[in-house]
């Protein structure tokens, strides 16, 4: 898709998941309540379980950090990650039209490969400063992929949440990057 049009729909789809509409539950907790605003979308939210387990959108209603990688939280990463697989393959093709048959067939994972591959397309963007963090994002996602594309692949938020909140960063700083560089081959 589009990055212009990705975004705008990316942006809209994650608006209509509330924190208050999908996951909220009667709160059991005593503690200190913070109360934050129930209709915020929920991958926005994100970034606030990082040090909290439980965030509160009244004084009756609360959020738990175990609650979140469910299916509609998964959806939003798998657009993210299909897009960069895209933008991967559209990159290529337009830089390369020769190989668009070969491309075609590519896994993911050979995406990245031929893109890595290829210094001129890292030169065409300035978010990252070096092909080693490049590669180190791309690999990350291609990992977290796996665990996102299969559904029946349960995270341990206790332990794995800050890379949950990692490679949200990580997708979309390679989002931002990779439209850098479809632009530029645009502009050609």
Same mark, same amino acid.
């Given at each position: ?74 959806? @939003?990463? #798998?657009?993210? $990650? &299909?897009?960069?697989?895209? +933008? %991967?393959? !559209? ?67 206790? @332990?794995? #949440?800050?890379? $949950? &909140?990692?490679?949200?960063? +990580? %997708?979309? !700083? ?15």
């Amino acid at each position: 898709m589009d990055p212009q049009k990705f975004d705008v729909f990316f942006n809209k789809l994650a608006a209509t998941i509330k924190l208050s509409d999908i996951y909220a539950k009667e709160a059991n907790s005593k503690t200190n309540k913070k109360i934050i605003d129930l209709n915020k979308p929920l991958f926005d939210a994100l970034d606030l379980f990082e040090n909290q387990e439980e965030l509160f959108i009244s004084d009756k209603l609360s959020v738990k950090r175990t609650q979140l990688m469910n299916h509609p939280f998964k959806v @939003l990463f #798998y657009l993210l $990650i &299909i897009q960069i697989e895209y +933008q %991967l393959y !559209k990159i290529q093709k337009e830089n390369e039209p020769s190989k668009k048959e070969k491309l075609q067939i590519l896994t993911f994972n050979e995406l990245i490969k031929g893109f890595l591959d290829n210094k001129e397309l890292m030169q065409k963007q300035v978010i990252y400063k070096s092909k080693k963090e490049f590669k180190e994002d791309l690999k990350a996602i291609s990992s977290f992929r796996n665990i996102i594309m299969h559904s029946n692949r349960k995270m341990q938020l206790s @332990l794995e #949440y800050k890379t $949950i &909140i990692k490679r949200k960063q +990580q %997708l979309m !700083k390679l989002i931002n990057a990779l439209n850098e560089i479809r632009k530029a081959i645009e502009a050609k």
